[in-house]
């Protein structure tokens, strides 16, 4: 069983940062991509960023240009930096990550509000 913890969430005013991180319980590389998901109020939950084993990245159009994510092999962690926040950035953010044998797995999540 993979455990992903995420942190980071908080209070921001618009136009702030925050970073978000996810610890996996066990190593980086046995993911075929890991990635970020928020979930407003009375929303469902979408894709913000992802970010495959080789390397590569996918954004949400709503925050390309503004967020960015990465990844620490070493401390099998993924971050996601997030600038130039608006309100409606405020929602759950989650962390996911796929295995190569299609395993899905979920953070609890970490909320994000941003006051305008």
């Known amino acids: 069983q993979v455990q992903l913890v995420e942190s980071g969430g908080g209070l921001v005013q618009a136009g702030g940062s925050l970073r978000l991180s996810c610890v996996a319980s066990r190593s980086i590389f046995s993911f075929n991509a890991m990635g970020w998901y928020r979930q407003a109020p009375g929303k469902q939950r979408e894709l913000v960023a992802t970010?495959?084993?080789?390397?590569?990245?996918n954004y949400a159009d709503f925050v390309k240009g503004r967020f960015t994510i990465s990844r620490d092999n070493v401390k099998n962690t993924v971050a996601l930096q997030m600038n130039s926040l608006k309100p409606e950035d405020t929602a759950v953010y989650y962390c996911?990550?796929?295995?190569?044998?299609?395993?899905?797995?979920w953070g609890q999540g970490t909320q994000v509000t941003v006051s305008s």
């Open positions: 996911n990550a796929i295995t190569f044998m299609q395993d899905n797995y």
């Open positions: 970010r495959t084993s080789g390397g590569n990245t």
